[in-house]
């Protein structure tokens, strides 16, 4: 798999919007980071690779929602994580929860950046609030970065509207 050298600053080629969006708002927040561009990394698996690469793992995301739709969740946990719904339904107080459609995700997940009136749950595993750096991407798959998670619950979330819940799962 290609990884390219590590930036500290913004690709300067062009972008998507949304990656463009997600790294100035990093800069905006003067959140420093680390990024590298890949070939598409399609499961965990493969981002495992990216993950050597810039020194920490790459987050799980799963996209949930209640059973009329009118609720969704995204869960970030550790990638070796297992997970289980109707335990984590519980947890939360939720019943009948579910995956939800991928274009429910590429809708809601893709405009978290945009989605002021928090229809989604930011929803972050305990072990990944409590560890020092947090690695993702910047809304596709081709490009990953890391920062410090305390940037991500303290800076990030909180100037795109979110709040973050922590639970130990």
């Known amino acids: 798999m290609y990884i390219s050298e590590i930036r500290t600053k913004a690709p300067a080629d062009e972008r998507m919007p949304l990656e463009r969006k997600f790294y100035d708002t990093l800069e905006k927040l ?37 059973q009329k739709k009118t609720t969704f969740f995204l869960l970030v946990m550790p990638a070796d994580k297992a997970f289980d719904t109707s335990s984590f339904s519980k947890k939360l107080g939720v019943s009948h929860m579910s995956f ?36 993702c991407n910047p809304g596709i798959n081709t490009s990953h970065l890391k920062f410090k998670t305390k940037d991500l619950l ?13 639970v130990d799962l």
């Open 30 to 66: 003067k959140i420093p980071y680390e990024q590298v561009d890949n070939d598409p990394a399609s499961s965990m698996e493969e981002c495992a690779e990216v993950d050597k690469a810039i020194g920490t793992e790459i987050r799980k995301n799963v996209f949930l929602c209640n």
């Open 100 to 135: 939800a459609p991928p274009e429910k995700m590429l809708e809601h997940v893709a405009g978290l950046l945009t989605d002021e009136d928090d229809y989604v749950q930011v929803i972050i595993d305990k072990e990944v609030a409590e560890a020092e750096w947090f690695g």
């Open 154 to 166: 303290q800076k990030y979330l909180p100037a795109i509207h979110h709040r973050a819940r922590i």
